[in-house]
């Protein structure tokens, strides 16, 4: 079993995500999302609504924390609450058609953004990068749901 450097790891996955994020609303000169934002508006794929309750849980955050997001995000023109449909006592949040275009344009330029940059690297760091992405989405997968099961079909385990 290979040993993990996960000091290592933590280090440079969250200076990793700043500088792409910055890189990313500059290339595409969006106005300043933050990443909350852009975690919210990726909970809310086009079409659909949920609860404040449900976003705070699908993220990770407080209730509090999700509720001022919110309401700066309906403030900026990036949500709309209202009323659910299924239970008028509850709040549905949706992305607005301006959060969709904003975020859709930030996954656009994001994709071609580390589409270039990883050309600069050499074959090897490019198929180690993709040989890397099942255990990275099984990492998130752990740290979103403590209840799901790690994915036991590597080599590397017993």
């Given at each position: 079993?290979?040993a993990l450097?996960?000091?290592?790891?933590?280090?440079?996955?969250?200076?990793?995500?700043?500088?792409?994020?910055?890189?990313?609303?500059?290339?595409?000169?969006?106005?300043?999302?933050?990443?909350?934002?852009?975690?919210?508006?990726?909970?809310?794929?086009?079409?659909?609504?949920?609860?404040?309750?449900?976003?705070?849980?699908?993220?990770?955050?407080?209730?509090?924390?999700?509720?001022?997001?919110?309401?700066?995000?309906?403030?900026?023109?990036?949500?709309?609450?209202?009323?659910?449909?299924?239970?008028?006592?509850?709040?549905?949040?949706?992305?607005?058609?301006?959060?969709?275009?904003?975020?859709?344009?930030?996954?656009?330029?994001?994709?071609?953004?580390?589409?270039?940059?990883?050309?600069?690297?050499?074959?090897?760091?490019?198929?180690?990068?993709?040989?890397?992405?099942?255990?990275?989405?099984r990492?998130?997968?752990?740290?979103?749901?403590?209840?799901?099961?790690?994915?036991?079909?590597?080599?590397?385990?017993?």
């Open positions: 079993m290979t450097d996960a000091a290592r790891l933590a280090a440079v996955i969250s200076p990793l995500r700043r500088a792409l994020l910055a890189a990313t609303r500059a290339e595409a000169d969006l106005p300043e999302l933050s990443d909350a934002q852009i975690d919210v508006l990726r909970a809310l794929p086009h079409g659909t609504s949920r609860g404040p309750a449900e976003i705070a849980a699908q993220l990770r955050l407080s209730r509090p924390t999700v509720s001022n997001l919110l309401g700066a995000m309906e403030t900026d023109g990036l949500v709309e609450r209202g009323p659910d449909p299924s239970d008028g006592r509850r709040v549905a949040v949706r992305a607005s058609a301006r959060a969709r275009e904003l975020f859709d344009r930030f996954d656009a330029v994001n994709t071609a953004l580390v589409t270039r940059v990883s050309r600069e690297l050499d074959d090897a760091d490019r198929a180690a990068l993709d040989a890397a992405l099942p255990a990275l989405e990492l998130c997968a752990v740290l979103t749901d403590p209840d799901a099961a790690p994915s036991t079909t590597h080599e590397d385990v017993p």
